[in-house]
């Protein structure tokens, strides 16, 4: 079984941490995204593995009763991410938040609107035995499921060399979901030096992102992202009367009401906004952050002011933010490309 060379990878992952790291230093840093994310060293990237993390990304059996799968909550058409405003799990049960895109997720240190999830590996176990997602029992129904197909058997133990295991499960998912980056935007061809890229709206959209807008003070970086948490006063729309944020994995009372900054990058396909999809479109978004947020019943965020946004300004900026969506890698061109 071929592996990805170990010299190749280790180039990526170095460079992907440096822009990262970069991004949270220099607060007013817009870069490219790197070409790759970080690989474990635990969970190398293999075409074999890939492939079969794709076949069960897409497969509805890994939930308890075969009726929906990873890409029913993270649409390939919607950014990878969810269009409902919060994500169904089995039976129609009403989760509490939107499910955020899959899309360039690799770069992130920690997954989940709350972080409670310290790498892709984690993050793929969690929905699993969620009861208002794939609702199984537990770990080991899902491992006998997938060991009585034939399919898998044989997938596993051409990857792995054995049968199929929870941990194998979350490592080839992720192996899957680590080719899902978008680094050929609009966005990022004028920042390595192609100024046609973007559109003069564009450009004084970006402008103002820079400026007057102050979106960079937390959408910075590679990954514009400043990998924070933060309480915008968001309105609770979902079925949970409050959502406490990053307060139920801290226990820091400072955490209340506080959510990861998510990445920009694609933003323009992954409508509904904000943790619970309270905000359906982008205009909406801009709207909400130009009355300076909304109010919350926790310590809102000090950054958030008016910021008096004339209807051009906000057009521009509403363009700026279409320029970030960049070309999907999938699993074919991914590994063509390496």
């Not at 070409?35 to 060293?41: E, I, L």
Request: proline fraction near 8%; aromatic fraction near 10%; charged fraction near 20%.
């Amino acid at each position: 079984m071929k592996r990805w060379a170990p010299r190749r990878w280790l180039l990526f992952s170095l460079t992907a941490v440096f822009f990262l790291v970069s991004s949270r230093s220099e607060a007013a840093s817009l870069v490219p995204l790197p070409p790759a994310p970080p690989v474990p060293s635990n969970n190398l990237m293999t075409k074999d593995k890939i492939a079969l993390g794709k076949k069960l990304f897409f497969d509805p059996r890994l939930s308890v009763n075969g009726s929906i799968s990873c890409a029913f909550c993270h649409v390939p058409t919607a950014g990878y991410a969810d269009p409902k405003p919060v994500s169904l799990g089995v039976g129609g049960k009403r989760g509490g938040r939107n499910a955020p895109p899959v899309l360039n997720a690799a770069y992130f240190p920690l997954q989940f609107w709350d972080g409670r999830a310290g790498s892709l590996e984690e993050q793929a176990l969690g929905p699993l035995t969620n009861p208002v997602e794939m609702a199984n029992p537990n770990y080991r129904s899902i491992v006998m499921r997938l060991r009585r197909i034939r399919e898998y058997r044989i997938w596993f133990m051409r990857v792995y060399g054995g049968p199929v295991n929870i941990d194998h499960v979350a490592q080839a998912i992720s192996a899957f979901e680590r080719t899902l980056v978008t680094p050929d935007s609009p966005y990022d061809r004028y920042m390595m030096g192609d100024k046609n890229a973007l559109t003069a709206s564009q450009k004084r959209g970006l402008a103002l992102f820079r400026g007057k807008a102050r979106c960079v003070i937390c959408h910075n970086g590679a990954l514009l992202s400043d990998f924070g948490y933060h309480n915008l006063g968001v309105p609770q729309t979902g079925p949970l009367r409050i959502d406490v944020g990053r307060y139920a994995v801290t226990h820091d009372v400072m955490d209340k009401g506080k959510f990861r900054t998510p990445t920009l990058r694609n933003v323009a396909l992954t409508a509904p906004y904000m943790h619970d999809g309270s905000l359906r479109t982008l205009k909406d978004v801009v709207e909400f952050y130009d009355r300076g947020g909304g109010k919350s019943p926790f310590v809102k965020d000090a950054l958030l002011v008016p910021l008096h946004l004339t209807p051009l300004e906000k057009k521009d900026l509403v363009g700026f933010l279409k320029s970030l969506t960049g070309e999907t890698k999938t699993e074919m061109s991914y590994r063509a490309s390496r």
